[in-house]
């Protein structure tokens, strides 16, 4: 099994500053035949399920602002909120879909400071 | 507009059984694959069990191969899980999901907002 491992398990970031989410799979997940990278990144606020942000480790979802940024390949990867806002506050997690069984990692809870 | 409500949570004791819906609409659900994804109290994500779109192919977590069944009724656009010989691990907010295409690529871009299943004795 694919092992996903989340960095920081939380931080404190003020409006309008950066933060960044690392990611690490525990074996590559790029697919040499078509050259992606099978991870995904999701939002989920209190009491919300999880909202998806990213995929194939850059593409953003439609109607995610462009604030959200991903990046990375093979196996370390990493979420990028340029300029942090008050609805940013959430718990982030990465997933690969690379195989069966997917994996998320632990989240990464942002606040505000 | 696009929606999955779940269904069929309680409280079970433990070796005992449930069988959980999630119902969709908005979409035409024979088309894409599915999946359950749960949600210990406090803790993260961990995905459950998957069933693809077209051929009924069915893929679980080690934790739960064995003891929980998914499947799904085109007709009725819902899909079920089956849950049997049921641990005290097994406690969680159950949310089903839905994949982004029809062509199974496990990621997902649509989820419902959970039924909790507790169990203990």
């Known amino acids: 099994d694919i092992v996903m491992t989340q960095s920081p398990d939380s931080l404190a970031v003020s409006l309008g500053e950066r933060a960044t989410i690392n990611c690490k799979s525990s074996?590559?997940?790029?697919?040499?035949?078509?050259?992606?990278?099978?991870l995904a990144w999701y939002q989920q606020k209190p009491g919300q399920p999880p909202k998806l942000l990213i995929y194939?480790?850059?593409t953003r979802e439609s109607g995610v602002p462009d604030r959200f940024s991903g990046s990375g390949s093979g196996t370390d990867f990493t979420l990028t909120i340029s300029s942090l806002q008050a609805e940013d506050v959430a718990v982030y997690y990465c997933q690969h879909y690379y195989s069966t069984p997917l994996t998320f990692g632990g989240g990464t809870k942002v606040e505000i400071k | 507009e696009v929606h999955l409500a779940e269904s069929g949570g309680g409280l079970a004791q433990p070796g005992g059984s449930l069988r959980l819906s999630c119902a969709a609409s908005?979409?035409?659900?024979?088309?894409?694959?599915m999946s359950w994804v749960r949600q210990a109290p406090g803790k993260g994500l961990e995905w459950v069990s998957a069933?693809?779109?077209?051929?009924?192919?069915?893929y679980y977590a080690d934790s739960v191969r064995g003891r929980f069944t998914i499947s799904r009724d085109n007709s009725k656009n819902t899909l079920y899980l089956q849950m049997d010989s049921l641990r005290a691990e097994d406690t969680a907010v159950y949310s089903c999901?839905?994949?982004?295409?029809?062509?199974?690529?496990?990621?997902?871009?649509?989820w419902g907002r959970g039924t909790l299943v507790t169990v203990s004795s």
């Open positions: 908005g979409f035409t659900f024979s088309s894409y694959a």
């Open positions: 074996q590559s997940v790029l697919y040499r035949t078509n050259n992606k990278n099978y």
């Open positions: 194939w480790a850059s």
């Open positions: 999901a839905k994949d982004v295409s029809g062509t199974s690529n496990w990621y997902f871009d649509l």
């Open positions: 069933i693809s779109g077209s051929d009924d192919s069915t």
